[in-house]
């Protein structure tokens, strides 16, 4: 009796897992079908007649950015606007892996469980996509950034909505006449699969001292009565700590519109390693922020083995710091924003994959307080209207920081320029950098006006006066 039990049981038992493996098993294929479908490996799709019926990408205002015509996709007429959106949109191949046709494909193909690949056209019209992505602004801040033959990234958000309006990285190249990369050529496209406004991170030079100052804002109640001095260079831990030129006796709010390396290398020391990385914890920086189901590469924040001279580096943004420059964006749209961010999407509602639950979020996250993000504003205006000039980006009310990021190995500096508009008609917050270049006016911010202006426009934003273009390129 026992053993019939025993063997009833083990019967039982294994029953019960076949039924639930089964169960499972459907689970994940109705659930993940359409992952298997979007496999490199799955050549079918991801090979170069994958598209062959893909449903159309649009801009925000209805500009086709790419479209399959008779068996083909083919991309935007115009070649900035289709090369400078490369890393958005992707090409005819799945190689730059955060790009829409890589990640969406099934979606823009019409698979589905029941139909498979074989969906009737008469069905296909739900797979276009509709993006927030402004053609004309990221075409013009390519032609500035690609103009300089430099890797780097532009980003421009909208701080209210969340919508990103630009984002540009290179280098690129034309989706319509994709390079043969060899090994005799493979240096001249290093990185070309990169989205570097989510995936990279580099030093930040001078941008960080944003940081810095809400550190100091927050733990310094005596920050704006005091006056440092400037010769040039300091002894910091042994080993100086130079600035770019001598700034004399000079404030705190002076400190931040002449990016004086003195004074914010003694605030990091002052405040030290906790105090530093708990604001730069809560900024966001050692954090991912997400654009729709891509996350960006974390910055880094670390001074636990830094001796004094390091730790006073690092409130520079030198040493070991790293930053994203959609990350950036956020950041400085928190600012704007009273200290809460709006997260960064680029899909819009009533697409396809909006109704899937990617788009727009209402979710925020407070990376300063509101009286902190008020000084910051502060700050921040009194340096474009105290150094940078108040006369640039076409009568847009700008707050803003530049950097210039040493990195060594006999390469020229990340050129950085990161803030924000104020204006009620065009909230958006910008961040750009050109690798291997030099000062960030010089070179991020021509690319910034061009894009900034470009949106605005875009936003029928009415303070633009859109004709006007004050810096100089190089």
Partial sequence: MKRVLRRSTLIFAVTVAFIGGMGFFAYKLVANSGDWVDQHYNYHIAGTDGLAKAGTIYDRNGNILAQSVDGKRVYNENQSVRTSLLHTIGDNSSNISTALQSRYRSQLIGYNLIWGLNMPDSL???????????????????????????DGACVVYNYKTGEVICSVSTKAYDPEAPPEITEENEKDYEGVYLDNTISSTYAPGSIFKIITSACAIENLPDIYDRTWYCSGKED?????????????????????????????????????????????????????????????????????????????????????????????????????????????????????????????????????????????????RFTMTDYYGDDLFGGLTICAKTGTAEVGEDKGPNGWMVGYAKDEDCPLAFACVVEDSGFGFTYAGPVVEAAMIQAAKSLGAAAVQLSLIHISEP
């Avoid at 053609?135 to 103009?147: E, F, I, N, P």
């Fill in 236 to 380: 910091i831990g042994g080993s100086d700590v130079t600035c770019v030129e001598p700034h004399g006796y000079i404030n705190f709010k002076e400190a931040m519109s002449h990016s004086c390396n003195i004074v914010y290398a003694e605030l990091a020391v002052e405040l030290g390693e906790e105090k530093m990385t708990a604001t730069a914890n809560k900024a966001g920086i050692n954090s991912s922020f997400k654009v729709d189901d891509n996350e960006t590469a974390k910055g880094n924040y670390d001074v636990s083995d830094a001796n004094t001279n390091q730790l006073g580096w690092s409130g520079v943004g030198q040493y070991n710091d790293k930053v994203n420059p959609m990350q950036m964006a956020v950041i400085c749209g928190a600012i704007a924003n009273g200290g809460k961010t709006k997260e960064p999407y680029m899909i819009k509602d009533g697409s396809i994959l909006g109704v899937l639950g990617l788009g727009g979020s209402d979710s925020t996250n407070e990376l300063f307080s509101s009286s902190t993000a008020e000084a910051l504003d502060d700050m921040m």
């Fill in 124 to 150: 296909r019209k739900g797979n276009d996509i509709n993006l927030t992505v402004d053609a004309d602004t990221c075409a013009a801040a390519y032609d500035v950034l690609s103009g300089y033959g430099k």
